[in-house]
T-cell receptor, first 116, second 113 residues
């Protein structure tokens, strides 16, 4: 069974440029998460989807970040314009749901973003 | 890939010894906890979970202990192997409309032969 697939694996861009990340969750998983992980720190939640609805985007910097999950499957995360401080690993995860026995989140390998 | 544990506390153990990794969580209303293992250049990987109505749960070579009184979680790894070297994170979920998976600070486990 394929796991969570993210692309690209690495991205280097100049500041003020736009960038987009793509995530394909595990088939049948209703919950999808985007996390940002800075070096030496734990992942920080950016946004959580239940199917196609963003149920928690309180941590998403909405002035420059946007996300979508059309049809409740694949998701994209966009940054426009990127800033130097956005350099991090962006992780996508999915789970069956959020209740007991469903909450195990499976993570992709992440996209390593470097803004120069 | 780059290390994810450059600035994290490190636990160094000898191969074959038992390891205990500790975590303090923040929300007393959290009712579900998960331990994740993250190897360099990879996403976090599920190890074991525990519900708040339990105080202990065992898996293969791993045991999670939960002390709700002091909001403390621990992961015990028996007979630690070189392949266990990674950064370990605890994560908490609070149900009741607030089903957010929140990660705590990690600990880097270094296993020496």
């Amino acid at each position: 069974e394929a796991g969570v697939v993210q692309s690209p694996r690495y991205k280097i861009i100049e500041k003020k440029q736009p960038v987009a990340f793509w995530c394909n969750p595990i088939s049948g998983h209703n919950t999808l998460y985007w996390y940002r992980q800075n070096l030496g720190q734990g992942p920080e939640l950016l946004i959580r989807y239940e199917n196609e609805e963003a149920v928690d985007d309180s941590q998403l910097p909405k002035d420059r970040f946007s996300a979508e999950r059309l049809k409740g499957v694949d998701s994209t995360l966009k940054i426009q314009p990127a800033e130097l401080g956005d350099s991090a690993v962006y992780l996508c995860a999915s789970s069956l749901g959020t209740g007991w026995g469903q909450s195990e989140a499976f993570f992709g390998q992440g996209t390593r973003l470097t803004v120069v | 890939g780059e290390s994810v544990g450059l600035h994290l506390p490190t636990l160094s153990v000898q191969e074959g010894d038992n390891s205990i990794i500790n975590c303090a969580y923040s929300n007393s209303a959290s009712d579900y906890f998960i331990w994740y293992k993250q190897e360099s250049g990879k996403g976090p990987q599920f190890i074991i979970d525990i519900r708040s109505n339990m105080d202990k749960r065992q898996g293969q070579r791993v045991t999670v202990l939960l002390n709700k009184t002091v909001k403390h979680l621990s992961l015990q790894i028996a007979a630690t192997q070189p392949g266990d070297s990674a950064v370990y994170f605890c994560a908490e979920i609070t149900s009741g409309g607030y089903n957010k998976l929140i990660f705590g600070a990690g600990t880097r486990l270094a296993v020496h032969p």
